[in-house]
Structures are given as structure tokens and as C-alpha cells.
């Protein structure tokens, strides 16, 4: 994290191993965008999210964040879509696309990848998302994620720039 704030560099962080999360809290207050699922944001706050609404999760999200000071966060809800919210009180909730599922190994990898992407279009000037673009970030990565599971496999599901923009526009 010295090394990212160094050099002006934005940290963004998926879950790899939620023991770390766990026991090192203090580093969630050095990411600027923490993305995980409902059920490793139910461990980080030591509740059950798995029956929440996205528009539960939300207001369950936003607070959560403010009071741990976690600059933004994302929660990826399976079928349900995503949630996230910032320190700032921004929050949102983007829904789903509709996908026959097939295998959903690679998905969340698959969500992160094309929101930080999505995120490149936009210069990585997190400090200065709006709503708007929030939201097509969240958008795009939901879409990537849900074609993701259509297929089999990890890699080899991963979709073109194309099909994202099909199902988004579908």
C-alpha cells in the first residue's frame, strides 16, 4: 500500500484469501475499491447477507462501509446483480442480465476484470465517478460476469468486448 500511495497508484482488490481481510482490517481503509461476494461480505461483517435484496444490501452496504471506513466497495450478488457504496454516501445497485447458468467458476474473476476494465475507460479517475459512470462500470462487469456463466471453464468463457455489449443492449 506505500508503494501504491508512493506513486499515486489506486489499489483494487478481489478477495483471494478472506483470512486476510479477516485478521488485517486495517488494510481495507488502504483500497480504494474492494470487491468480494455476498457471502465474503457477510464474513467481513460477521452477518448473513445470503437472503438480502439488493436493495437491502445496499443500505446494509453503505453503512457498513462508512462506519469501517472503507473507501468504496462492491458486492457482487450472483443472480441478483451487484451492489456498491463509498465513504462520500454514494451507493448503488445495478441488476443482473438473465443467462441460462451452466458453470459459474471464473465469474467473480470474470466481474473484477471487466469492471477494472471498464474502469480504464475511464483514465482510472475513481475520485471523479459519477453515478452515471458508475453505474455503466457495474453494468459492464454484470454483463461479462453473466456470460462468464453461460459457458463452461474460466478462460475459456470469458466473453468478447462484442458479446457483453449484445447482452447489455439486448
Known amino acids: 500500500f506505500k508503494l501504491a500511495k508512493k506513486h499515486g497508484k489506486k489499489v483494487f482488490s478481489v478477495v483471494g484469501n478472506m483470512s486476510i481481510a479477516l485478521e488485517r482490517r486495517d488494510f481495507m481503509k488502504s483500497i480504494d475499491c474492494f470487491v468480494c461476494n455476498i ?7 460477521f452477518d448473513d447477507y445470503s437472503e438480502k435484496t439488493p436493495e437491502e444490501m445496499v443500505e446494509i ?15 457482487t450478488m450472483g443472480g441478483k446483480g451487484a451492489v456498491y ?24 474473476d470474470c466481474f473484477c476484470g471487466s469492471a477494472l476494465s471498464k474502469l480504464l475507460d475511464y483514465g482510472l479517475d475513481f475520485e471523479n465517478l459519477d453515478e452515471e459512470k458508475c453505474m455503466d462500470i457495474l453494468q459492464f462487469a454484470n454483463a461479462a460476469a453473466s456470460l462468464a456463466t453461460a459457458n463452461y471453464g474460466a478462460i475459456p468463457a470469458m466473453p468478447t468486448n462484442e458479446q457483453i455489449a449484445a447482452l447489455i443492449n439486448s
Not at 452496504?61 to 466497495?73: D, E, G, R, T
Open 39 to 45: 457471502q465474503e461480505a457477510g464474513l467481513l461483517f
Open 85 to 108: 457504496a463509498d465513504l462520500q454516501g454514494n451507493k448503488g445497485i445495478c441488476p443482473a442480465k438473465k443467462v441460462q447458468v451452466k458453470d459459474t467458476t471464473g465469474a467473480g
Open 61 to 75: 452496504l453503505s453503512a457498513k462501509v462508512i462506519a469501517a471506513q472503507i473507501p468504496s466497495m462492491i458486492v
